[in-house]
């Protein structure tokens, strides 16, 4: 049996974001996927993301270590499920790099980047464990603080211009 791609949408643990971008679905995955860009809009003030790592592939690491105005310091490492270049990206906080067991896990992250006229339909969803992750989230202030970031993610990636490249593979270098 293949796991489904996307798993089935479940409100009870579920958290979710959906907004049209005015910005490329290849621009908004660069500020995704490329450390220095995320670093720029990831989480709001006068939080600040001092820094990041991001290899994404599966087994990829993505890892944040956010700080806060009175010196709060949340550390995020992560690991890469599925990378799609420029459409879509799965995260998780239950696995680290190489997808090695970290032992707990919190959420974990399915963002889609979906053409649509001039810009992209972004969506954003956090899957929990339970009903009480999920309100953990949710009072943490998921929906405005995604909220805040996504209007960040939007003004970082319209700053970007157009490469003249195309996305790198989304496989770790040899």
Do not use: K, N
Not at 62 to 91: K, S
Not at 116 to 142: K, N, V, W
């Amino acid at each position: 049996m293949v796991a489904a791609p996307h798993p089935v949408p479940d409100p009870e643990r579920d958290l979710f974001l959906d907004a049209h971008l005015d910005a490329r679905p290849e621009a908004l995955w660069r500020a995704w996927t490329e450390a220095e860009l995320l670093r720029r809009w990831f989480c709001p003030p006068p939080w600040r993301v001092s820094a990041a790592v991001i290899e994404p592939w599966p087994g990829g690491r993505f890892e944040t270590v956010m700080e806060g105005p009175a010196g709060e310091r949340h550390e995020g490492p992560g690991c890469v499920l599925h990378a799609e270049p420029a459409r879509r990206l799965v995260l998780t906080d239950a696995l680290g790099a190489g997808f090695r067991p970290t032992g707990s896990g919190f959420a974990t992250i399915a963002l889609s980047f979906t053409p649509e006229g001039r810009g992209t339909r972004y969506r954003a969803r956090a899957l929990h464990a339970d009903a009480e992750a999920r309100a953990r989230h949710e009072a943490m202030g998921f929906h405005e603080g995604w909220g805040v970031a996504t209007r960040q993610l939007e003004a970082t990636a319209r700053s970007l211009p157009p490469r003249d490249s195309p996305l790198p593979s989304p496989t770790p270098p040899a």
